[in-house]
């Protein structure tokens, strides 16, 4: 397995930006597909964006598509989640996760393990 540390959260205005970053240790990171999901306050944990194990291939949940990018430089094992024109309701505790299949999934069951996740909170 990897073990998987997020950083880079913290607290922004509404309209603004920040930059997560998950590295990487342990096994081949370059054989895993990255995802990042999301927790807000009472709800279930929910896809953000996954990227491939090259990097060529990304996919983006509907509500932040054209806001969010996801990417990944196997050199440094780390994977990061580039947020613009963020929302309150964006506000959650945000995880990355590792999964053996290439293109990766969607649903957080197939992911062999996470981070202890970062926290972003957007204010009004």
């Known amino acids: 397995q990897v073990q998987l540390v997020e950083s880079g959260g913290g607290l922004v205005q509404a309209g603004g930006s920040l930059r997560l970053s998950c590295a990487a240790s342990?096994?081949?990171?370059?054989?895993?597909?990255m995802g990042w999901f999301r927790q807000a306050p009472g709800k279930e944990r929910e896809f953000v964006a996954v990227i491939s194990w090259s990097g060529g291939s990304t996919y983006y949940a509907d509500s932040v598509k054209g806001r969010f990018t996801i990417s990944r430089d196997n050199a440094k094992n780390t994977v990061y989640l580039q947020m613009k024109s963020l929302e309150p309701e964006d506000t959650a505790v945000y995880y990355c996760?590792?999964?053996?299949?290439?293109?990766?999934?969607?649903?957080?069951?197939?992911?062999?393990?996470w981070g202890r996740g970062a926290q972003v909170t957007v204010s009004s």
């Open positions: 342990g096994r081949t990171f370059s054989s895993y597909a």
């Open positions: 996760g590792a999964d053996q299949h290439y293109g990766g999934s969607r649903r957080s069951i197939e992911y062999e393990c």
